[in-house]
């Protein structure tokens, strides 16, 4: 498969999540650049009108732990929840945003496989994580002025790598060494529990 084809299936888990939840969490008031700010209220933002595709997709059950957020920012206040599906049901994510961080669990029932993007990114790291291919990115922010940065764990769905993928990104206004350790925490105790997830 050519890049240009391979490029035109990437989800915007890798490229766009920067933008998205900047732009969409400060014109909602979900995402606060000033963390001095009251919280605003967290309603979570749903681009599907279908119903079941909402109920059958939902990963924000999955990623609105705890336990889970402790390890990114402990004792950190939910500031916002958002909720996206792609219109064809490939890929779904929720994204919930901490005080000075954001979690997003994004996944992806397509064509692509762990090698493709390992091909597409050259600085993306091979990892293995629950005995998956998986990869380490640091994702570049593609629009000037927007002072967030990405760093995503990719693993594939199943173990064969066939295509499909689930992804732990931590989006901050800069990269975090300890960022790799937390996702893939994070990784470990989401990733099984999600529906579908191959033993």
Same mark, same amino acid.
């Given at each position: &498969?050519?890049r240009?084809?391979?490029l ?12 998205a ?5 400060? &014109?909602?008031?979900?995402? @606060? ?9 967290v309603?979570?933002?749903? @681009?599907?009108?279908?119903p079941? &595709?909402r109920?059958?997709q939902?990963?924000?059950?999955f990623a @609105?732990?705890?336990? +889970?957020?402790?390890i990114?920012?402990?004792g950190?206040?939910v500031k ?5 599906? !792609? ?11 901490l005080?000075?961080?954001? +979690? ?13 993007y ?8 091979p ?11 640091? !994702? ?10 990405s760093?995503?764990l ?6 064969? !790598? ?8 931590i989006?901050r ?16 105790r989401?990733?099984p529990? +999600? ?5």
């Open positions: &498969m050519r240009s084809a391979l035109g299936w990437i989800p915007p888990a890798i490229i766009t999540v920067a933008i939840v900047y732009a969409g969490g400060v &014109m909602t008031g979900r995402w @606060d650049p000033n963390p001095t700010r009251a919280d605003a209220d309603v979570p933002k749903v @681009d599907s009108t279908d079941e &595709m109920k059958s939902e990963l924000c059950p @609105d732990r705890r336990e +889970l957020l402790d990114l920012e402990p950190a206040k916002g929840i958002g909720t996206t599906y !792609d219109p064809g049901g490939d890929s779904h994510q929720c994204t919930v945003s005080q000075y961080a954001s +979690l997003r669990l994004n996944v992806a029932h397509d064509r692509l496989r762990v090698a493709d390992q091909g597409l990114f050259e600085q993306a790291q990892r293995t994580v629950l005995g998956r291919p998986a990869l380490w990115l640091l !994702d570049p922010v593609p629009i000037v002025n927007i002072p967030l940065k760093a995503s990719l693993v594939a769905w199943d173990p064969t !790598d066939p295509g499909g993928t689930a992804s732990i990104a989006i206004e800069s990269h975090d060494p300890g960022d790799e350790a937390r996702a893939t925490q994070i990784a470990e989401i990733l529990a +999600l529906p579908g997830w191959p033993g």
